[in-house]
């Protein structure tokens, strides 16, 4: 019966008008941005790309810093102004423009600094990633905010399934081309050959960014008036107050972040310790896309039937199995002798196929505990209690000085056991849908 009447209401509402094509380009921009990213993995090509040119893992844990830290904590400072926004799509459009600067500065760092000046080259192009990431996160309110009126309740599971199966599938031959350019099959050496990655990178980037502009995007039914800075945090802090269930969310997913003290470093750890060439890269994101390949198929179906705080707490576990699995491949490597580097790349199949149902389910999760007139104050909040984790790579790179790569492991893999412990007090989300004259009242 639900079901029925979702069509019916889909089939006469102005919202709903145009929910198909609005669909399939959201898949299409999800597949060609997935591409994107693995021509360029942070915690793969980029990570190993740093290390490489440094010399130091450091820069590679001060990388994925600058990923967390500009996807999540801007959108804390603009959620209240995007939120009176009667449209999203244009600030979707001006981020879009400022992250193909960032890249393009990235591309001309690595093409004409690199060579010469290693270590200034190295803050360069962090420099290029942090206007990248901070822009993407500010637009990432916009992106979401204009999927949740775009793509029906029952509709989303498929919606990221989707975007990630066929770009896994894609991603396959990326990989083979990754492995390739990275042994110099395609005539560029080190660093010429990262560039051209991130040239191929930035293409599907583009071609993404151009596919989102053709959306429809819908009139919302009511905006808030624009708030100032202390406005927005006054809201916040309510928020937090008041939702529970949203607070014990962020305590598992704070849990679950304490593994990023390593996720730079599994890359790092194969070739500066167990001896992998660079080239196996390839062979890691091959991994990678057929763990989200398969985790995508799995996930996608039971969000939708049975539901994204199931997807959420399965995957949290599988979440563990990563740090443990390297854990285990040290020990036979080190105390037995075994070479372990054909079974390393499974350790990016367990990382896709945990990653990919968190992906699914915790802001599905998180857009089912939120009200619509406060949706991007939802996302910003989450994105910024977890903006301090960020810096645990950091940390991590800091500790490699001082303790070995199985601290690092072994801190990764307790912090997703305790995550999973508190999982278990998830509950069902029960959304509710205040009137017009319902703004969340702050004192």
Known sequence: ?????????????????????????????????????????????????????????????????????????PPMFVAGWVESLPRKLPLYAHMAFGRAIGWLWMIAIVVFVAPQFPIYA????????????????????????????????RRRGAFWGLRMFWGSVLGIGVGVIV???????????????YALLLSFAFVTYALAWLTFFLIHEPPVEWT???????????????????????????????????????????????????????????????????GSLLANILWSILADRRSNLFVLKCSIACAAVPSGWVLLLTLLHYSFGFNVLPLYPLTYFFLAFAGTGIAIAFTNYVLELADEAHRPTYLALSNATESGMMLLPVLGGILLHYVSHSVLFSIAFTGVVLAVWESRKLKPAFVYEPSHSEALKVT
């Not at 693995?38 to 810093?65: C, D, N, Q, R």
């Not at 492995?179 to 050959?193: A, I």
């Open 179 to 193: 492995r390739q350019v990275l042994k110099g099959d395609w005539g560029f050496d080190f660093p010429y050959n």
């Open 122 to 153: 190295a803050l360069l192009f962090l420099l290029g990633y942090a206007v990248y990431t901070v822009t993407g996160g500010i637009s990432s309110l916009a992106f979401m905010d204009i999927f949740a009126r775009t793509v029906p309740f």
């Open 1 to 73: 019966m639900g079901d029925d009447s979702q069509r019916t209401d889909l089939a006469v509402s102005d919202r709903w008008q145009h929910w198909k094509r609005n669909f399939w380009l959201g898949v299409i921009n999800g597949i060609l941005f997935k591409v994107g990213i693995t021509f360029s993995h942070p915690s793969t090509v980029l990570a190993v790309f740093l290390t490489k040119l440094t010399g130091s893992e450091l820069y590679a844990g001060i990388l994925t810093a600058v990923a967390g830290l500009g996807w999540f904590l």
């Open 224 to 290: 808030p008036p624009p708030k100032s800075w202390r406005e927005q945090l006054q809201t916040m802090v309510e928020l937090w107050k008041q939702r529970a269930d949203f607070r014990q969310l962020i305590k598992v997913r704070l849990l679950m972040d304490i593994g990023l003290i390593a996720s730079p470093f599994y890359s790092t750890y194969a070739v500066v310790k167990l001896g992998a060439k660079p080239s196996l890269l390839g062979a890691f994101i091959i991994a990678e896309t057929v």
